[in-house]
């Protein structure tokens, strides 16, 4: 059975910067055709964050986080990462990591999400 789980997060002043983790088990993220960050800002939907591809490929990242954010994956740990620099308070949000296997067209494996909070 596959999950996942995220950590990391935390209060941080605006500024600050944050390292999300996501750890996969039962089945490497080289076996997925694509892995993301999304997140969930109080009272809003879940809106996209980064993606990175399981084994080869581009970030892709929403334009609301360029320049800031970075993903970054290590197969060898099985753990795609999230550093997240220059918060602001609009970045307060539940964080999700989220996979998707090859099979798929939607992402099919979900964390339970990690709380990051920014103060102004």
């Known amino acids: 059975q596959v999950q996942l789980v995220e950590s990391g997060g935390g209060l941080v002043q605006a500024g600050g910067s944050l390292r999300l983790s996501c750890t996969a088990s039962g089945r490497t993220f080289s076996n997925y055709a694509m892995v993301g960050w999304f997140r969930q800002p109080p009272g809003k939907e879940r809106e996209f964050v980064a993606r990175i591809p399981g084994e080869y490929g581009t970030t892709y990242y929403a334009d609301s986080v360029k320049g800031r954010f970075t993903i970054s994956r290590d197969n060898t740990k099985n753990t795609v990462y999230l550093q997240m620099n220059s918060l602001k308070p609009d970045d307060t949000a539940v964080y999700y990591c989220?996979?998707?296997?090859?099979?798929?067209?939607?992402?099919?494996?979900w964390g339970q999400g990690t709380q990051v909070t920014v103060s102004s």
């Open positions: 989220a996979a998707r296997s090859y099979l798929s067209v939607q992402y099919n494996y």
